[in-house]
């Protein structure tokens, strides 16, 4: 199949199952951009970190120097502050203990990545930050990881904090069931943060279809739920094109351990 | 897309986990507030004596779910068996050559990958993700692995990381493969780890070893997917952390994935050592 035609065949695709596609089928002006999931910071527990990884060191195979850029939000969507780093290293650990000094009654919070190099060095290819965030529960814990799940946030050097552009796309409703099977001696707190333009609600549902919660998340912003005593499966309702909570699973028994997990 | 849940041996008491239900994962909502549900059965395959070689088949309620844990089948560390969903009462074939392709829970065009719950046990606590080894991956004879080291740890409470490589190949495969570790800043060589296909292969590396990092892992002759287990000291009260990193491809957009991927790969593949 010549390359034109394959060209043709996918625009085509893109344009009938539009309604399957989690980010917008066409994204335009994305030149010179980085796009990053949505990522979450706790400010109830010990301590939350982030592993941001420089695209362009890993590209070449040598240290090149990158300012990392954390954007904050909160859990309405709206600005709070940046945080930045600059390093030439692969992957850089980046304490986020600076957010909970300033705000130490903040309990959670959305935040982006991105990513500026020297304008002779940018990469021509489209970085996707995908990162890692770490959680940890004690001093004495280990801490609990988990990959970047969701986003297609747009954020271009120079814009101002509230200038973002947000490819994911409300869809038709869809009903999400992970695969987990919750137990009823462990204590699960569910975070659903919305990277799409408009507000959007989830439900959560016990399987099978009994109401647990319903959350009204602002884009940019996440909301949470608690589940406690449940046996067996949860599902969600919602319009987001990835209703896919980051879950995380705490027992009594053993204070110190914290397992996270995005569904 | 539908996939494969590998289920692997590991060292310190740890067991490993699947737990696959007959739902389906996303659908289209229309009216309705339960998920659809698909009765089949999960055959389990290992690799004994050249070929495959079924070793158990569990049918899966619906609703309902199935747990094969590594204890119970008796994986020593490395060792893999590959859980295949398959129709209700297919009549499977107790030794083939290629793994049979796994069912699909899709009723729709709902985006989703097909996964399934992968739970790790040790020391009375548990650490899960929702997991799958893709069929187009697994269908791969040939291949190439570069990762990274953004997961490994090296904070006072850590005792060890365990860096685990599946590796999955459908048509069974004698192949040895080498995964090789090496510290990015010096190019030097840190470990060499035979493998063979579908096996995981294990790396145990301390606090200090992750300290002295960036580090790297490449093996020129497979595909795999990574996890790192960390897991608290011993005399500490036991904590741990399971999650797999991004492949290559995932920093990328869209159409710049591949090449993208391919420009990293090639950095790093030809990387002289000492």
Known sequence: MSSRLRTVKATLGRILYRGSLPYTAFPRGLGGASISDQFLYRGDIDATRFVAENTLALLRGEPVEVRHRLRFFDVRGRHL???????????????????????????????????????????????????????????????ASVHGNFGGIVAR?????????????????????????????????????NA????????????????????????????????????????????????RPQVFIEDERQPQHLDVFHT | ??????????????????CYSSHTLNQR?????????????????????????????????????????SAELGLAPGELVVCVPVARDTALEPSPTELPLPLSKRIDRSPVAERCSLSFAWRGISSAYQGEYPVRMAELSHGTL?????????????????????????????????????????????????????????????????????????????????IFLTLSRPDLPPSMSVEHTHPPTELFWEHDRLPGSRLLKASWLGAALR
């Open chain 1, 81 to 143: 502050r940046d945080l930045e780093v600059c390093t030439d290293r692969t992957f850089e650990t980046i304490d986020l203990s600076p957010l909970k000094e300033i705000s130490p009654q903040l309990e959670m919070a959305t935040f982006i990545h991105t990513s500026v190099y020297e304008a002779a060095s940018e990469p021509e290819l489209l970085r996707l930050h995908r990162g890692y965030c770490q959680y940890r529960k004690t001093p004495e814990s280990v801490w």
């Open chain 1, 157 to 193: 050097p120079g814009e101002s904090p509230d200038q973002h552009q947000l490819l994911a796309r409300r869809r038709r409703a869809f009903l999400y069931t992970p695969q987990h099977r919750f137990e009823p001696n462990n204590r699960a707190t569910l975070y659903f943060m």
């Open chain 1, 196 to 243: 799409c333009r408009s507000a959007e609600t989830v439900e959560v549902l016990l399987t099978p279809a009994q109401p647990h919660a319903r959350l009204r998340i602002e884009p940019l912003g996440v909301g949470c739920c608690v589940l406690e005593g449940h046996s067996g499966y949860l599902s969600f309702r919602s319009h987001l094109p990835m209703c």
């Open chain 2, 1 to 18: 897309m539908s996939c494969y849940y590998p289920l692997i041996g590991l060292p310190h008491g740890i067991t490993s986990s699947v």
């Open chain 2, 29 to 69: 909502a229309g009216s309705s507030s339960i998920p659809h549900q698909h009765a089949v059965d999960l055959a389990l395959y290992g690799v004994s004596a050249g070929r495959w070689q079924l070793r158990g088949c569990h049918p899966v309620g619906a609703p309902g779910d199935v747990v094969v844990t």
């Open chain 2, 146 to 226: 570069v990762s990274f080291d953004p997961l490994l740890q090296s904070d006072p409470a850590v005792g060890t990381n365990l860096v685990c490589v599946v590796n999955l190949c459908r048509r069974v495969d004698d192949a040895v493969h080498s995964l090789e570790c090496f510290n990015a800043a010096a190019r030097r060589l840190i470990r060499v780890v035979p493998y063979r296909s579908n096996s995981c292969c294990l790396i145990e590396l301390d606090a200090a070893t992750a300290a002295a990092g960036p580090l790297v892992f490449r093996s020129a002759g497979s595909v795999g997917i990574p």
